[in-house]
């Protein structure tokens, strides 16, 4: 921590610090933390950490999605963690149940939880502080409750933590839910047993074919995780349109690895070959008819 430039400052405290255009605070405790900016009533964004922005060391931290909810002028409460903890600790869990008890979740008009994987499952298991609700919930997990998922082999050191804390079943949270866009790949055993877990019906069921457990990258690199958020949070994203968003998914690597290691795992090695052939075909006529189009696009008026 030697390097740490304690210079640098978070965008969100530059919001709400003594000059700052915002109301807002910061907790710590523990291996936790939580920010609010207050930019609207209407709409408030509750965010927690996944495994990729859990543990980040240095003080210009943000919580997951601040740039994009800032950019929408929405409020936002961005819950951190210090590592993979699934949020599993007493003095995070006390600190939110405050907050509903105080009515702080009742000064906005609608509310909405996001996150992925292990974010995903905090979005989901604390939606029962804010009934009615929407929550966006990427590849999520249901629990990491051993007697309850005991086929859940991944993410050790989140099975290791205590799961007798209440919040501890997203399963057992939704009765009080408005609607959850759970996006999850339906050939991905794993992804797919946790949201089967869940009740079904307030769930609206996004099913990312050659997704694998990496949701938020492959929307991100379709430069769908933008639109989809901002449609979901509101509560007026339809799921027919998502079907015709991803198509072409089949053009990313990440797409063509995912269902290689689905081929592989249910036996079908033998179709590996053919699968990457037709990949590659489809990814040089997209690119092709790509460049046709800029070229097209390029001639002067008079050229067409």
């Known amino acids: 921590m030697e390097d740490v430039d304690h210079n640098k400052i978070p965008s969100w405290y ?29 709409q408030l964004v509750i965010s927690f950490d996944n495994l990729s922005d859990a543990g980040y060391p240095y003080p210009d931290i943000e919580p997951w999605a601040g740039k994009f909810v800032r950019e929408n002028g929405w409020s936002h409460l961005g819950i951190y963690a210090r590592g993979p903890s699934w949020f599993r600790d007493q003095k995070l869990i006390a600190f939110l149940e405050q907050l509903e008890r105080t009515g702080f979740f009742r000064g906005f008009e609608k509310i909405a939880l996001i996150g992925t994987s292990m974010g995903g499952f905090a ?3 604390f939606s029962s502080l804010c009934p009615g609700a929407t929550v966006v919930a990427l590849s999520p997990q249901s629990t990491l409750q051993s007697d309850l998922v005991p086929w859940e082999t991944r993410f050790g050191k989140g099975r290791d933590r205590d799961w007798s804390l209440p919040f501890s079943d997203a ?16 050939f991905f055993a794993p992804d797919k047993r946790h949201v089967m877990r869940l009740p079904q019906q307030k769930l609206i069921h996004l099913q990312g074919f050659g997704f694998g457990h990496k949701s ?7 430069g769908l995780l933008k639109p989809f958020m901002q449609g979901a949070i509101s509560g007026e994203f339809q ?29 079908k090695d033998d179709r590996i070959a053919r699968f990457r052939r037709a990949f590659r075909t489809n990814r040089r006529k997209s690119q092709l008819s790509a460049a046709a189009v800029d070229e097209q696009s390029a001639k002067l008026p008079g050229e067409r």
Do not use: C
Request: proline share 4%; charged share 25%.
């Open 216 to 222: 938020a990258v492959v929307l991100r690199r379709l």
């Open 239 to 267: 799921p027919s349109e998502f079907y015709k968003w991803i198509r072409k998914r089949r053009e990313l690597y990440v797409y063509r690895i995912v269902m290689e290691t689905h081929l592989s795992t249910r036996g």
């Open 14 to 42: 530059g919001e709400i610090f003594p000059a700052g255009g915002n109301d807002g605070w910061y907790h710590k405790f523990g291996e936790h933390a939580a920010s609010f900016v207050e930019r609207d009533t209407a």
């Open 123 to 125: 979005a989901l298991t």
């Open 171 to 186: 399963a057992s949270q939704l009765n009080g839910l408005g609607k959850a866009y759970v996006l999850y790949d339906p």
